[in-house]
Structure formats: structure tokens, C-alpha cells
């Protein structure tokens, strides 16, 4: 399928990735390969989601906060000296956490974020449940 030359390197990234995480011999490394996936999808500036879903999001996972300022998604991590980073959404309900970290919000209901998932760019992969509103 023919692409825009612009976008031409962007896809050969993606392409690479994706070869190298389906011959990954474990979950960690297909893990990364996934997360360096995302973060190339970060690069490429997707439109943000509404504001009434981000709404959502917001509460309190483990150590971290996730509220909403100026119509976007900030999160407070106690763990870290109260660190505050603006979420930067990738697609779906994936968002750049900071320089190492990727969060996904996981939903039982579209109304009820229940738990976060933690990427790390080395391949971990951590979990918060969420204990309630800001």
C-alpha cells in the first residue's frame, strides 16, 4: 500500500519494531518492542480524546493521582517526590507517562476505570487498581 513520502521513515520504524517483536522470544521483549510501538505512535501527535472521557480516567492508582487540568490529564506520582507530568495520549486509552513509562487506563464498563497498567521501556509491565476519586 503506497504511503506519503513524509511518512515514509515512520512506517519503516513501525515495520522494523513490529518484525523484531514477532520474533521475540519472551513477554518481556515483545513487551518492549510494544512499548517502543506506542512511543513512535506518541511521536506522530494524535488528536487528544474528549475531555468528558478523560473525566473517566481521573482518581487514585496506587501512588499516583490522575486528575484533569485545562482540559488535560496530569498525573501526581507520590512515589516520586510528587513528580507532575502531563499524560500524553498515544491512541485508544494509552498515554506517555514520562520518558520511561507508558499508563493504560482498563475499563470493565466505558464509565469504570478499575485499574492502570504500567509500561516500562525496559518491558515490565506493573498494575495499579484504582481506590477511588481524586
Same mark, same amino acid.
Given at each position: 500500500?503506497?504511503?506519503?513520502?513524509?511518512?515514509?521513515?515512520?512506517?519503516?520504524?513501525?515495520?522494523?519494531?513490529?518484525?523484531?517483536?514477532?520474533?521475540?522470544?519472551?513477554?518481556?521483549?515483545?513487551?518492549?518492542?510494544? &512499548?517502543?510501538? !506506542?512511543?513512535?505512535?506518541?511521536?506522530?501527535?494524535?488528536?487528544?480524546?474528549?475531555?468528558?472521557?478523560?473525566?473517566? &480516567?481521573?482518581?487514585?492508582?496506587?501512588?499516583?493521582?490522575? &486528575?484533569?487540568?485545562?482540559?488535560?490529564?496530569?498525573?501526581?506520582?507520590?512515589?516520586?517526590?510528587?513528580?507532575?507530568?502531563?499524560?500524553?495520549?498515544?491512541?485508544?486509552?494509552?498515554?506517555?507517562? !514520562?520518558?520511561?513509562?507508558?499508563?493504560?487506563?482498563?475499563? !470493565?464498563?466505558?464509565?469504570?476505570?478499575?485499574?492502570?497498567?504500567? &509500561?516500562?521501556? !525496559?518491558?515490565?509491565?506493573?498494575?495499579?487498581?484504582?481506590?477511588?476519586?481524586?
Amino acid at each position: 500500500m503506497p504511503i506519503e513520502a513524509s511518512q515514509a521513515l515512520v512506517k519503516a520504524q513501525e515495520l522494523a519494531l513490529r518484525q523484531q517483536m514477532h520474533m521475540a522470544n519472551t513477554t518481556l521483549a515483545k513487551n518492549e518492542f510494544e &512499548y517502543w510501538l !506506542d512511543e513512535l505512535a506518541a511521536r506522530q501527535q494524535p488528536s487528544a480524546p474528549p475531555t468528558e472521557l478523560l473525566k473517566a &480516567y481521573t482518581g487514585r492508582y496506587g501512588p499516583l493521582r490522575i &486528575y484533569i487540568a485545562k482540559n488535560k490529564l496530569f498525573c501526581q506520582n507520590a512515589g516520586s517526590n510528587n513528580l507532575i507530568t502531563e499524560l500524553k495520549y498515544i491512541a485508544h486509552s494509552r498515554f506517555v507517562l !514520562d520518558d520511561s513509562a507508558h499508563i493504560e487506563f482498563v475499563s !470493565d464498563s466505558p464509565d469504570n476505570c478499575t485499574r492502570v497498567k504500567l &509500561y516500562v521501556n !525496559d518491558g515490565a509491565v506493573f498494575e495499579e487498581k484504582r481506590q477511588g476519586d481524586n
